[in-house]
Nanobody, 124 residues
């Protein structure tokens, strides 16, 4: 089992920046693909960014590419999501997710482990 704990959410104004962190614990000896997803009220959970277990490549949803940056610190079993130039439409609960190995990184159904979520609210 892998436990994920997110932190760093909160209130922001349009144009501001926030940094989310996700700390993994438990069975972290196996390489993990890490992803960030978000879910707004009444909407489906959507992919935001991901970083595979096997490479340093990063992947982003079109809506956040150029504004958000995902990174990982393997020594600390932590993944971060730096969110710049925030917009009101970025308002959502943000979830960290993990799965062993590689695969379709933007599909929430393939992830085995999820954090509890952290709220991000961006006002105009």
């Amino acid at each position: 089992q892998v436990q994920l704990v997110e932190s760093g959410g909160g209130l922001a104004q349009a144009g501001d920046s926030l940094r989310l962190s996700c700390a993994a614990s438990g069975r972290t000896s196996s390489p993990l693909t890490m992803g960030w997803f978000r879910q707004a009220p009444g909407e489906e959970r959507e992919f935001v960014a991901g970083i595979p277990s096997s490479t340093s490549a990063t992947f982003y949803a079109d809506s956040v590419r150029g504004r958000f940056t995902i990174s990982r610190d393997n020594a600390k079993n932590t993944v971060h999501l730096q969110m710049n130039s925030l917009r009101p439409e970025d308002t959502a609960v943000y979830y960290c997710a993990a799965v062993s190995g590689v695969g379709p990184i933007n599909n929430p159904a393939r992830y085995d482990y999820w954090g509890q979520g952290t709220q991000v609210t961006v006002s105009s």
